[in-house]
């Protein structure tokens, strides 16, 4: 992919990243996608996917084997909050070189006492993707999606496609349309 093109369609203009492989429509090709990703990635119109080894699917590796600093990557944590019996869950967006403020941004805004990260076999389970691609899109309808600002403006950004084996590139402003999604201040420092 070159100047935002793809098979002659226009997509979000990411440049040089990633540029060793391939890269395709993600409506295109569920294959490479979870299925809770490939019924939503439709509603992206920037979102190209390409594959990678899963073994470098967490961002370091992923950096490290690509050349990419960690800035043009956001991972996807679900954060897991409690008040008395009521569980919620969020997914936070965030660029790789920051981090959520869980205890105070996150737990304050969510409403409840206690907030941490989901455990994983939680967040796979009920996310219906795989760890470390978990990804905002195609997650349950309830869960509110918050992205950090410096997120929401990227051009383009590598996000996880729901499997190891995929990432996903798609632009901030892509993301912030989804479902449920919003702009958080303060979400990651």
Same mark, same amino acid.
């Given at each position: 992919?070159?100047?935002?093109?793809?098979?002659?369609?226009?997509?979000?203009?990411?440049?040089?990243?990633?540029?060793?492989?391939?890269?395709?429509?993600?409506?295109?090709?569920?294959?490479?996608?979870?299925?809770?990703?490939?019924?939503?990635?439709?509603?992206?119109?920037?979102?190209?996917?390409?594959?990678?080894?899963?073994?470098?699917?967490?961002?370091?590796?992923?950096?490290?084997?690509?050349?990419?600093?960690?800035?043009?990557?956001?991972?996807?944590?679900?954060?897991?909050?409690?008040?008395?019996?009521?569980?919620?869950?969020?997914?936070?967006?965030?660029?790789?070189?920051?981090?959520?403020?869980?205890?105070?941004?996150?737990?304050?805004?969510? =409403?409840?006492?206690?907030?941490?990260?989901?455990?994983? =076999?939680?967040?796979?389970?009920?996310?219906?993707?795989?760890?470390?691609?978990?990804?905002?899109?195609?997650?349950?309808?309830?869960?509110?999606?918050?992205? =950090?600002?410096?997120?929401?403006?990227?051009?383009?950004?590598?996000?996880?496609?729901?499997?190891?084996?995929?990432?996903?590139?798609?632009?901030?402003? =892509?993301?912030?349309?989804?479902?449920?999604?919003?702009?958080?201040?303060?979400?990651?420092?």
């Amino acid at each position: 992919m070159r100047d935002g093109l793809v098979d002659g369609s226009t997509v979000a203009t990411v440049g040089h990243m990633y540029d060793s492989v391939e890269h395709l429509p993600a409506a295109d090709h569920p294959e490479l996608l979870a299925a809770t990703v490939a019924g939503r990635v439709a509603e992206l119109p920037s979102a190209v996917v390409f594959s990678i080894d899963p073994e470098i699917a967490d961002t370091e590796a992923l950096c490290e084997a690509f050349g990419e600093g960690p800035e043009t990557c956001a991972n996807c944590v679900i954060v897991r909050g409690k008040r008395g019996d009521i569980e919620k869950y969020v997914a936070c967006l965030v660029l790789a070189t920051t981090r959520v403020d869980v205890n105070k941004v996150v737990r304050k805004k969510l =409403d409840v006492r206690k907030a941490s990260f989901a455990p994983i =076999d939680e967040a796979v389970g009920m996310s219906g993707m795989e760890y470390g691609g978990i990804t905002p899109v195609g997650l349950p309808a309830e869960w509110p999606i918050w992205i =950090d600002p410096r997120v929401a403006e990227a051009e383009a950004v590598c996000i996880g496609s729901g499997l190891r084996s995929s990432k996903l590139i798609v632009s901030g402003g =892509d993301v912030l349309s989804l479902p449920g999604a919003e702009v958080v201040a303060g979400l990651a420092n």
